[in-house]
């Protein structure tokens, strides 16, 4: 589904487009009124999508409401869509914990998981499926086979020897997207996420097919920022390109943020390149050397709140070099110590990792691709008729590689093997939260001694996070072209901040 340019992307692209729109044009005194009217502009004389009007309104409401960086509103209460929105026209970061969030007005309360026959079964005469059930949950009905609910266990040996395929599983596609199975069933059969296992990838909300799961933005704080004379620095992360259309190039890219009230453009690969020589030395002197068993990588959020929530025997071991974002927003800082710090990414976990006490002083915004699209759209900036260029040619290949999947073992391979000719390296990378998991147990079971081990949290790399704009392959393709445009692959050792 995410290779598809669905109704649930241009919705969710309209709300922040308009909350921009709010931002650089109202004042405040009709800032209250600009947000009520929001639901309307978007939903007007029909409803396209739900089964009335109200509803999609409704749904828009509380989009906006998280787009503001808000909470839901109660259900069980009358409650304006501003109501509490004070708190959050400011300048500064801003939401309320969670970061992710279902939607009640907008979840199909799918059915978490479920064996059924469809109507292929052709009711044989062997009825396999009957026979290897252990709990007896098969019958036959007018010849068809028949799966008692409130007696399968889902154990799913009916579906395996089923000759003609007839058995399906079913499942809600939100927790099927989830590595860690934080989805779980409200009391009325709704999804909810469980914050305590959420390590925020954003996956159920990028697979979620009614557009029920959102996560909170900071995008109005920003423009408020900006629109009070701030000095505001956009880094962006190595997967930007190509994420703003065939026509979007870097050098374009970098001039519509400056036209939109940007004060500076960096790339993020430049902290990528310092990480990658910082990660090559630990590992040369800490996991070569045995004094550490494994070094995994830091820089995908997911992935290390993963390791740190359910692994916690491994966090010596999680490297301990800056990320590329938080490396990147200190060099910017250094050069402008009064500018705020807005980073550009694929990501809705780094919205999480730039709240950390240690990284509030560094970054002060995070916005995805997406919320970027939108603000481009309120400022009617069409790459398709754009024209303006400034270079943005700031970092080497090695760091642009971060953005997909073997990236960062890749990068820093390449660095051992130009510092530290010699040292032997095994690399192992992984993908999927669910198979970081299944990686973290083999590390923490003595399987992956001597290794530098990358994980992603998303299947790609950042190229697929949730904030993101294109198709996964597209992306990929784009970031591997700008990798090769880069002048040198491996970053001077000098390249640290």
């Not at 073992?409 to 530290?420: L, N, S, T």
């Amino acid at each position: 589904m995410r290779s598809v340019d669905t109704p649930v992307k241009k919705i969710r692209r309209e709300v922040f487009t308009e909350i921009c729109k709010v931002a650089f044009e109202s004042t405040k005194e009709n800032f209250n009124d600009e947000i009520e009217a929001i639901p309307y502009r978007i939903v007007q004389e029909r409803a396209v999508y739900r089964d009335s009007i109200y509803r999609e309104r409704a749904v828009a409401s509380e989009r906006v409401r998280l787009a503001m960086g808000m909470s839901l509103r109660p259900e069980d209460k009358a409650v304006h869509i501003t109501a509490g929105m004070e708190n959050s026209n400011i300048d500064e970061k801003y939401y309320e914990p969670p970061l992710m969030q279902v939607i009640p007005s907008a979840c199909d309360a799918c059915e978490p998981n479920k064996y059924q026959v469809s109507n292929m079964c052709r009711g044989c005469v062997a009825h396999p499926c009957k026979q290897v059930c252990p709990k007896g949950a098969i019958s036959t009905v007018d010849g068809k086979s028949v799966i008692d609910q409130e007696k399968c266990i889902k154990c799913g040996q009916c579906k395996k020897v089923c000759p003609y395929g007839a058995i399906y599983e079913r499942k809600r596609p939100c927790a099927n997207a989830c590595g860690v199975g934080a989805i779980e069933t409200d009391y009325a059969g709704r999804a909810k996420i469980n914050p305590d296992k959420c390590v925020s990838c954003g996956m159920c909300m990028v697979n979620c097919p009614f557009g029920a799961i959102a996560d909170k933005s900071q995008i109005y704080q920003l423009i408020k920022a900006m629109n009070e004379g701030a000095e505001v620095i956009a880094i962006l992360a190595p997967a930007f390109v190509g994420q703003f259309g065939p026509k979007a190039t870097p050098n374009k890219i970098k001039a519509a943020l400056l036209d939109i009230g940007f004060a500076d453009v960096w790339e993020v690969a430049v902290g990528a390149d310092a990480g990658a020589l910082e990660e090559a030395k630990h590992y040369v002197q800490s996991v070569a050397t045995g004094k550490l068993p494994f070094l995994l990588t830091s820089c995908c959020p997911s992935w290390s709140m993963l390791g740190k929530k359910y692994f916690p025997e491994v966090i010596d071991e999680i490297s301990n070099a800056l990320t590329p974002m938080v490396a990147t927003a200190r060099a910017a800082r250094i050069a402008s110590p009064n500018a705020k710090i807005v980073f550009v990414g694929p990501c809705v976990a780094k919205k999480l990792e730039a709240s950390r006490r240690t990284v509030r002083s560094e970054v002060d915004f995070v916005i995805t691709f997406e919320e970027l699209a939108g603000m481009f759209d309120a400022k009617e900036i069409d790459f398709n008729t754009y024209e303006k260029e400034e270079e943005l040619n700031d970092a080497f290949g090695a760091g642009r590689g971060y953005a997909v999947a073997s990236g960062v073992a890749g990068a820093i391979k390449a660095c051992i093997d130009e510092y530290y000719p010699g040292t032997e390296v095994k690399i192992d990378h992984v993908e999927g939260l669910a198979d970081c998991k299944k990686m973290l147990l083999q590390a923490k079971a003595g399987k992956k001694k001597g290794y530098l081990i990358e994980g992603m949290g998303c299947l790609g790399g950042c190229v697929a996070g949730a904030g993101t704009n294109i198709p996964v392959m597209k992306a990929q393709i784009q970031v591997k072209k700008f990798v090769k445009e880069a002048e040198d692959f491996v970053p001077p050792e000098t390249a640290q901040y």
